[in-house]
């Protein structure tokens, strides 16, 4: 309280705990406190310091960023900030809760959050959302008012299922460009669905799809929706089964897109 004028504070890797939250929970539901970017990544924060935190963000209209990852937050904790977002607070505009234990329930509630169209980037990598909550996920993708821009479920077991579903929400004129499945198990039937979204002219530039299980099926298909699409600057897929005639045909593909596509495809694993 000390500091109105502070506007980023970086309280990382500081053994905070919930204990430690309080003080900064209560400062944010104060007018005069500026504060726009907040990380307390990897603190050992539970539900407890996560309510207090979403306690705070009730009365606040300034925090713009909040970073939570690395931390032990379950559904309970993730949905009552979500609640939060979706009944009080529009400043918000990116939520980091990487690496928790956050499930389909948090998902859900999260999902609930996008179509007021105040979130831009959502980062759940590494967390216990399953296809359930890629499908939760997706409809809020779905609405109207949703301007999300990033969306990251890097490390999680959506499975094809869960990319089908959210590659389906999108669509020409879509808000996001960023998109990372990456380590999902998705295989070959997941990044068809990515290939057939990509296919129907969806504006995503970046594409993280490596450790996924994808064969040349998935890969031609791939190939086939970025010779259409124009838009995409980057995809990795890394870390598949591709063989070495799919890997020269997407090399092949990136030169002839002459410097706007990078696809980083070179490390394959021998099976899937």
Request: charge should be neutral; proline fraction near 1%; hydrophobic fraction near 45%.
């Amino acid at each position: 309280q000390g500091y109105p004028s502070l506007v980023a504070l970086d309280l990382s890797a500081n053994r905070i705990a919930d204990v430690g939250v309080g003080a900064i929970a209560r400062a944010l539901e104060q007018d005069h406190i500026l504060l726009r970017n907040l990380s307390f990544a990897d603190n050992k924060i539970g539900d407890a310091g996560a309510v207090m935190l979403g306690v705070g963000l009730k009365e606040n209209s300034n925090l713009h960023s909040l970073d939570l990852s690395h931390n032990r937050i379950t559904d309970d904790g993730a949905t009552f900030i979500a609640e939060t977002l979706e009944k009080s607070n529009r400043a918000l505009a990116h939520l980091d809760l990487g690496i928790n234990h956050v499930g389909d329930k948090g998902a859900s509630a999260l999902a609930k959050v996008l179509p007021h169209g105040c979130l831009r980037t959502l980062d759940l990598h590494a967390n216990q959302v399953t296809a359930e909550g890629a499908a939760s996920l997706a409809e809020g993708l779905r609405a109207k008012g949703c301007k999300l821009t990033n969306l990251d479920v890097g490390r999680n077991v959506i499975g094809p299922k869960g990319a089908k579903a959210i590659a389906a929400a999108l669509a020409p004129g879509s808000s996001l460009v960023k998109l990372d499945l990456g380590v999902n198990k998705i295989g070959d039937l997941g990044a068809i669905s990515v290939a057939a979204a990509l296919k129907k002219g969806v504006g995503l530039t970046h594409i993280n799809l490596n450790l996924n299980g994808v064969s040349n099926a998935g890969a031609y298909a791939l190939v086939d929706a970025l010779r259409v699409n124009s838009a995409v600057e980057f995809l990795n897929i890394q870390y598949n089964c591709i063989s070495k005639e799919a890997l020269a045909v997407l090399q092949a593909l990136t030169e002839q897109k002459e410097g706007r596509l990078t696809i980083w495809a070179g490390d394959q694993r021998a099976s899937c």
